[in-house]
């Protein structure tokens, strides 16, 4: 069964200003299934789709065409995000809150029963390394606390599919390690992953498959046994399929 | 009912751990300093004057308060983004709203009751000890701020500007307490089609007017089932604009 | 299903619409219509405290500003010389109009201008009397205060002072009108009965504007009383 079908999937972003309205693809005619338990790798270059897609899963967007499905169903379905864990590019989290007071908060928006909740929320914190700074306003917390706490939110109610923005962008590289072996972690427990990334080195050790997005279009499919035991495979894949839809030139320095 | 909980809670934690909060606050002390010192000048009626000017300063305060707040309350969460994180939980957009707001008029009226029991411990210096009546003004006031606030709300939802639906909730606020006189100019104007479009904005604006215990209670109070009617206009229209900015929300895109 | 919320919303308004007019039913504020509130100097101040739902202080503020004229320390209104008190009225009703209930506005003002030593303006008075009652019928001292200007006219001290007196303890009744029956008294000579008002208006608390007055002139009356009784008994001796 598919953890998520993109079923021809289209995004069109319109904007009106002064009576002239300006229309931007986000997506166009995207089709995709990820079966369960796959670790599938989006990516892509800036404004080529990645985090449309991903909020095209989450219900923040509606589609302008097609279909999307979450665990067989149609979203945006309420119902079935409490079976989803997301954690966003950074951690847009609420600052007055401390670290307990904020997962506890996800804790009960994931309706993790009261009797359990609190048992859920200290094993977490535990688990992502914040058990000391727990009572600290998020306010307090630097930047890598931060991207745990968040982290912390998408798996506190234990989530069958596991979808994360960019998860190793700015982070140093112990923190990128940690990310890796938590995905790696999450697939050895049968959980569905999807993640978006502009890190192709991470994306090869980590995936089963990837998707290439550029222009809102899926370029490039791949799985792992085209890229393992051989180098730049993806390097080269990707730079041959993507195209820059952002207007800017390549640099050239010769 | 979990997730209107969870909403509420943060909500009100949110709030009352602001910096304007306090602010307002204080400023409201302030306020009943001044209704203290203004009163010494009023002779024979210096508890008429305490009674009005402090019932009539904690009211200022509450309306600013509310108004500033849900003006703010769901436009400041899309800016930082945390409506990302609440909204891909199994979280219905009706309930985030109503935990929302009700978690804002929570920290108002905690306010308002903070403010209330000094100026009531000043008044009963000064031989004058009506509770009963103090609640019931008390009361009035806070289903004003539960009008105002959720017609804040809706107006920042369909203007989606903070500047312009300050404006027009003042603007409103204002027009709220010109029910009687809109109701007399529409018995004064000959023409059918005046008449009828007077008497249907009346009644569409906030009846302000008639919650102004505090104004009118010098001459002859309304009794219970007044207030009871009261009440159930203020929760049905606070109700009936909270439902309008659902309609509203439930079709934004994050 | 796309517009359940906004037909909820529809059910809910025609509640409220239904509950503010069971509410209006019960209860009619008896305000007059800000169209009536008085222009002059503090016109704004009036317009926009009404406007934004502060009747009640915006009467408040007014009293204030009625005590500060008639103390003589209200700048935006200096009386012409030889015309004193000229914009009381107008300043008591300006209290009246904003909350028809501050009757206590319109007495003392009325009180002031009928029986205020040297100022006897009793027909301005009735008419101030006049226009409080129009806005607040219920209020019954505003016909006694009528009635007590008639017997004025008639030139019928006795029962003027009888019925004036006879609002002596109600709650309405301002401090200034206690102190100035007080002084009616004494301008009769019947010191007495104005030692009495005077004890009684030191007891009252709500009378604490004119406590030092009091004392002092209980100490005055007491030591006139003293007078006039040793020289009733001098004057007793010289008969014996």
Redesign the interface.
Known sequence: MNAISFQKVSKIYRRSHLGKTTETVGLDGLELDIPEGEVFGLLGLNGSGKTTAI?LL?????PTKGEVETLGRRAPD?????R?G?A?E?A???K??TGR?NL???A????IP?GNLEKRVEEMLDRVGLAHAADKRLSEYSKGMLQRA?LA?ALVHDPELVILDEPVTGLDPLAIKEVRTLILWLKSKGRTVLFSSHDISEVERVCDRIGILSGGRLVKLMSQNEWRGKSDVIETAFATAVKRTDGVGPIRME | MQTISAVFTYTFKEHVRHKAWLSSALFGFILLGGALVISALGADERPRLMLDLGLAGIEAITLVSIVFLTVNLILQEIESRAIYLILTHPVRRSDYLLGRFLGTLAAAALGMAIMAALHLVLLGLYGWWEPGRYLAALLCTLGKAGVMGSLALLLSLALTSEAAAMAFSVFFWMLGHFSSEMRFLADRSGSAFIKTAIVAFSHAAPDFAHFNYRDFWHATAPGAQWLMWAGVYAVAYAGACLALSVQLFEQKEF | MKYRALAVAAVLFAVSLAAGTAMRALYEPRFPPLAELQGGAFAFQDASLAAAGFRAPAADLAWIQLLQYAAGSLPEYVDAPGKGYEHLAKLSLRVARLDPSFNRAVLFGAGILAWFHGVDRPDEAAELLRDGMRMSPDQKLYPLYIAALAYKKKGDSDRMIALLESSFDQPETPSTMKAILANLRQSRGELKEALVLWIRILENERDASEHGRARAKIVELRAALRGRQGKKQVDGRKHQ
């Open positions: 909020k989450m219900g923040l967007h509606l309420v119902e079935v995000l409490a989803i997301y966003p950074a847009y989290l609420n007055t809150l007071e506890r908060l996800f009960a928006l994931s309706r009261r968040s939110q």
